[in-house]
Nanobody, 119 residues
Framework: QVQLVESGGGLVQAGGSLRLSCTAS????????MAWFRQTPGKDREFVGF????????VVPAVKGRFTISRDNAKNTTMFLQMNNLELEDTADYFC????????????WGQGTQVTVFS
């Protein structure tokens, strides 16, 4: 059974940093496309960024230059979201997701980890 588990969320002052982790189990994730999403109450889930098997990454403009996505290449079981210079608007529940195919929806989701940025 495929399972994704996020960790690393918490409270952080604006301008600070957090690193989120997404640990995968139940399959060989080396070829999966992985992504981070976030959601705040009353809003739609927002795509944050992705990483694919060859290590190519991309993030949305709102976090570019502040957020970085990486993965543990040795084990291919953990993906990270390094968040620097956090802003109040980054407060959200953060979710990791994975899929095998290039096209289509993300198939697997974690339960989320909460990030709260305060001034």
């Amino acid at each position: 059974q495929v399972q994704l588990v996020e960790s690393g969320g918490g409270l952080v002052q604006a301008g600070g940093s957090l690193r989120l982790s997404c640990t995968a189990s139940g399959d060989d994730f080396s070829s999966y496309r992985m992504a981070w999403f976030r959601q705040t109450p009353g809003k739609d889930r927002e795509f944050v960024g992705f990483i694919i098997a060859n290590g190519i990454t991309g993030v949305v403009p709102a976090v570019k230059g502040r957020f970085t996505i990486s993965r543990d290449n040795a084990k291919n079981t953990t993906m990270f979201l390094q968040m620097n210079n956090l802003e109040l608007e980054d407060t959200a529940d953060y979710f990791c997701a994975g899929k095998m195919r290039v096209k289509g929806e993300y198939e697997y989701w974690g339960q989320g980890t909460q990030v709260t940025v305060f001034s």
